[in-house]
């Protein structure tokens, strides 16, 4: 009888917890799709973006969003795997279970910390070494870099630990040394969850908001170099959510739904390459 | 005289895994190592490739000669031993990549990379373990594709296929059914015309079917080392007499 109420409770709860998704997906498209269709998709991915004179084009901060992920894969795919491969095949034990919690601990910082770290310290040697504002694609990219870090070791480090130790003996049985049994034969057979760890890595990069808008300079136009300042779409949210109204308000909301969209998109496609074995 | 090994002891931290083992294996002969598990027959045979390196804390004493150098010298070069002592595992261990890639991983680990040639290895590795003829028109399909038999001749052409002059086999045939085996046996006794092979196995039968000469271990030592119908007839120690009669084991 108990387990009865029990079980009924927590189907309950399981059951909000989706229904509040649901709701809030239907929210966002509700208040967003109709102002695409007011002004027609063509004006909504133009460049034009002066939200209280009525032109609503998302194109230079899709743009933005786009440079600084990119940025962000540069940085975090050679060391996130570099570190992934160290820990799972060259570190000992002990080195394994002090560096692994160590770095999904980064995971844990808020991104305001981040942002804070790159005004006072990247920023500034940015626009002192390389000119610019320093505000920029590269700040930016770097932050986001080191922030999709803890994303791409764990899930890489995971695949490469599922990987059986009889592919390994069988390596080395035919005389290959430990860096050419990864480089033949772990990463390949790592691929598909190495893969979704670098396209989960990059949905918190398009996804994320604080520290891009602290280090990014938010310049609306299309930069043209990596010291250029941009704007993401997740940056415009923020900062105009507080003070739209009426389109302004439907057009940042038409935002949200493409970024939602996009990162189900990243998401779908992670767990269909770990999912397919 | 391909391999002499003196005086070996060796330890898992302080569990003593081999206890002074002395043996000489020849040339071209099937050499079939037995005795029940956890008599260091695996242990023993993961000397002779160094495969026990992979494994923390073990010391290893005494002297082990292949073409009378001593392949535990700091001086011997590893990589080599490997390529020129294969190893066939207990469970096929195909890689999850394509049948052709597979047999072209151990050559192009040493560097060979020239399609034409990497096209011949194969299909004279495939050819060597009679695969060829069978999966010549699917190299490009998953290696996890085949049959458990045909896994296990895959990584026997593998390891063909980098030209080693002597084959460890761990118990190659116990995740396979009577049929397979059978045929991987007629497998071993082609092979052995150009290969020198190790065998491991708890199935005493095997041994009597594919080995030459044969050891008889027990609790780390090597009991008794004869020619296989000398330790299947007469065998000189009374506990292979038992061991080989059922009376344990």
């Given amino acids: 009888m108990k387990d009865k109420i029990a079980e009924k409770l927590l189907l309950f709860i399981a059951f909000s917890a989706i229904f509040s998704l649901l709701l809030i997906t239907f929210f966002i498209f509700q208040q967003g799709i109709p102002l695409i269709f007011k002004i027609g998709l063509g004006n909504f991915f133009s460049t034009h973006w002066a939200p209280t004179r009525g032109h609503f084009g998302i194109l230079s901060m899709i743009i933005g969003s786009l440079m600084v992920t990119t940025g962000a894969l540069v940085v975090g795919i050679p060391f996130g795997l570099a570190c992934a491969i160290f820990l799972a095949e060259f570190s000992s034990p002990v080195v394994q279970k002090t560096l692994k919690p160590i770095i999904e601990l980064l995971a844990g910082i808020p991104s305001v910390v981040y942002g804070f770290i790159g005004i006072v310290i990247l920023v500034p040697f940015i626009r002192e070494h390389f000119g610019g504002p320093g505000f920029s694609v590269l700040a930016a990219s770097i932050i986001l870099g080191v922030m999709i870090l803890p994303t791409i070791v764990s899930i890489s480090y995971d695949a490469l630990m599922a990987v059986p130790n009889t592919y390994r003996e069988g390596s080395y049985a035919v005389g290959a040394t430990k860096w050419q049994t990864v480089r033949m034969l772990l990463m390949p057979a790592a691929r598909s969850g190495i893969v979704a760890g670098i396209i989960l890595g990059m949905g918190r990069a398009i996804g994320e908001t604080m520290a891009v808008i602290m280090i990014a300079g938010n310049a609306l136009k299309i930069p043209h170099s990596i010291l250029d300042s941009v704007r993401t779409l997740t940056s415009t949210l923020a900062l105009e959510l507080g003070y739209a109204t009426g389109d302004h308000r439907a057009a940042l909301f038409a935002c949200g739904s493409f970024l939602f969209l996009i990162i189900i998109l990243l998401n779908i496609i992670a767990i269909k390459i770990t999912g397919r074995k | ?249």
């Fill in chain 2, 1 to 249: 005289m391909i391999i002499k090994i003196a005086n070996l002891n060796l330890y898992y931290d302080k569990f003593q895994a081999l206890k002074n083992v002395n043996l000489s294996i020849k040339e071209n002969l099937i050499t079939g190592i037995i005795g029940p598990s956890g008599c260091g027959k695996s242990t023993l045979l993961r000397v002779f490739n160094r495969m026990n390196d992979l494994i923390k804390n073990v010391k290893i004493t005494g002297s082990i000669l292949i073409d009378e150098k001593d392949i535990y010298s700091p001086v011997y070069d590893l990589i080599l031993l490997r390529k020129n002592v294969g190893m066939v595992f207990q469970r096929p261990n195909a890689f999850p990549i394509s049948i052709f890639d597979n047999v072209a991983y151990g050559p192009r680990v040493w560097g060979i990379n020239d399609k034409k040639t990497l096209i011949e290895i194969v299909e004279r590795s495939l050819a060597a373990v009679d695969l060829f003829d069978s999966i010549k028109d699917r190299l490009k399909d998953s290696a996890l594709s085949l049959s458990a038999e045909k896994q296990q001749r895959l990584c026997i052409a593998r390891l063909l296929a980098v030209e080693p002059q002597i084959l460890l086999m761990d118990e190659p045939c116990s995740a396979l059914d009577p049929i397979a085996t059978g045929k991987i046996e007629e497998l071993m006794l082609e092979l052995k015309k150009k290969y020198t092979i190790i065998i491991v196995t708890h199935n005493m039968q095997q041994a009597a079917r594919v080995a030459d000469e044969v050891g008889f271990m027990l609790l780390g030592e090597l009991i008794e080392f004869n020619s296989v119908k000398k330790i299947f007839t007469n065998p000189s120690d009374e506990r292979t007499f038992g061991y080989i009669s059922g009376r344990f084991g």
